[in-house]
């Protein structure tokens, strides 16, 4: 089969490599089209390690090619939307139901290999069925859609409350929809304009660009008191979380889902003294059915976010559009014949 092997920092080569043989209770998935996120560019260019060589990518859609021992969930040639994080299932926070908190979660394309290849296996209960009624391009983006499912959860959204999403990325603009289809009002903060008008289309109420200055006065206007009841942060760095700080109310609740990589420096007395709730909210626990559902009833609209699509041989070029301000979503479509 055909892969993207990555040898080392920036060093991708498309090369054809042995099919993956599913072990007991594993399948291989032949991926039909995959994402690419921010965390596979950090791996491209070694900002973030793994071990060489691997496959990244672990967004993903596929049909079943080949059955491990013990494997009776799904058959051959079925429609799967995989989840690409497994856990080891027998530690306190597993059995607590705590698994994307396990200390020996297991990511795919990142710790194994991933989907930027024709072939891809995983246990085969991080395999979805994919709904019938709902085509594989819509689907692409269910992981990171669970991302935000979960925090929206999180943040316990009810219906006539006032919410902002920091970010104006994959992630804000599914935050957007998902906080939307929960019944709240939503500005969407960003340090440009430049997704604003995809924003409004996708639901957004109102849209603040931070260079505008005048952050908290915005948030003022938009819910018509001291600031907005809840803040989706998606963009993970220092930088928004202290937007998110500024937007919310006294009594608000922000859930941080980005990963902030760099050192954030949080004014805890302001926190304390507006009696702001900071939560985290880590990929996702059970949210798959739900990412999918809200996808299948039109509630997200997934669609307007994928801007560009590259066979495999062209995945460098992928990797270089992922940088390029106009893309939002890059799809990597790797078999030729299906
Ligand atoms: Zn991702
Ligand atoms: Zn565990």
């Keep these: 089969m055909k892969a993207a092997i990555l040898h080392g920092p920036r060093d991708l080569r498309v090369e054809s490599s042995r099919a993956p043989e599913p072990g007991r209770d594993e399948v291989v998935v032949r991926v039909s089209v995959?994402?690419?996120?921010?965390?596979?560019?950090?791996?491209?260019?070694?900002?973030?390690?793994?071990?060489?060589?691997?496959?990244?990518?672990?967004?993903?859609?596929?049909?079943?090619?080949?059955?491990?021992?013990?494997?009776?969930?799904?058959?051959?040639?079925?429609?799967?939307?995989?989840?690409?994080?497994?856990?080891?299932?027998?530690c306190p926070l597993c059995r607590e139901g705590n698994r994307n908190l396990c200390l020996a979660r297991t990511a795919v394309g990142i710790d194994v290999d991933g989907c930027f290849a024709e072939l891809a296996r995983v246990p085969v209960r991080c395999c979805w069925a994919a709904p019938a009624t709902v085509a594989d391009d819509d689907l692409l983006m269910t992981e990171p859609l669970a991302v935000v499912v979960r925090a929206v959860g999180r943040a316990a959204v009810k219906p006539g409350e006032t919410a902002a999403v920091v970010g104006g990325g994959t992630l804000g603009l599914l935050a957007l929809q998902v906080l939307r289809g929960r019944g709240a009002r939503v500005l969407v903060v960003s340090r440009s304009s430049r997704r604003f008008a995809l924003a409004r289309e996708l639901g957004a109420d109102a849209t603040h660009a931070v260079d505008d200055g005048a952050l908290?006065?915005?948030?003022?206007?938009?819910?018509?008191?001291?600031?907005?009841?809840?803040?989706?942060?998606?963009?993970?760095?220092?930088?928004?979380?202290?937007?998110?700080?500024?937007?919310?109310?006294?009594?608000?609740?922000?859930?941080?889902?980005?990963?902030?990589?760099?050192?954030?420096?949080v004014a805890f007395f302001s926190v304390v003294r507006r009696?702001?709730?900071?939560?985290?909210?880590?990929?996702?626990?059970?949210?798959?059915?739900?990412?999918?559902?809200?996808v299948g009833d039109g509630t997200v609209r997934t669609r307007p976010l994928v801007t560009?699509?590259?066979?495999?041989?062209?995945?460098?070029?992928?990797?270089?559009?992922?940088?390029?301000?106009?893309?939002?979503?890059?799809?990597?479509?790797?078999?030729?014949?299906?």
């Design 275 to 294: 009696e702001v709730t900071i939560t985290g909210s880590m990929i996702y626990q059970d949210e798959f059915p739900e990412a999918m559902r809200l």
């Design 34 to 90: 995959a994402g690419l996120c921010g965390t596979d560019y950090r791996i491209f260019t070694g900002d973030r390690s793994v071990d060489y060589p691997r496959v990244l990518g672990h967004e993903f859609v596929g049909r079943i090619e080949a059955l491990g021992a013990g494997v009776d969930r799904v058959a051959l040639g079925d429609r799967v939307v995989v989840e690409p994080n497994y856990s080891c299932g027998v």
């Design 308 to 338: 560009h699509r590259f066979g495999l041989d062209d995945i460098a070029r992928a990797f270089a559009v992922h940088r390029e301000p106009t893309s939002i979503k890059v799809a990597v479509v790797p078999s030729s014949a299906s």
């Design 216 to 265: 908290e006065q915005a948030a003022r206007d938009f819910s018509r008191r001291e600031g907005v009841d809840v803040v989706i942060e998606t963009a993970g760095t220092a930088e928004a979380v202290a937007h998110a700080l500024a937007v919310v109310r006294p009594g608000g609740r922000v859930v941080l889902t980005g990963l902030p990589h760099e050192p954030t420096p």
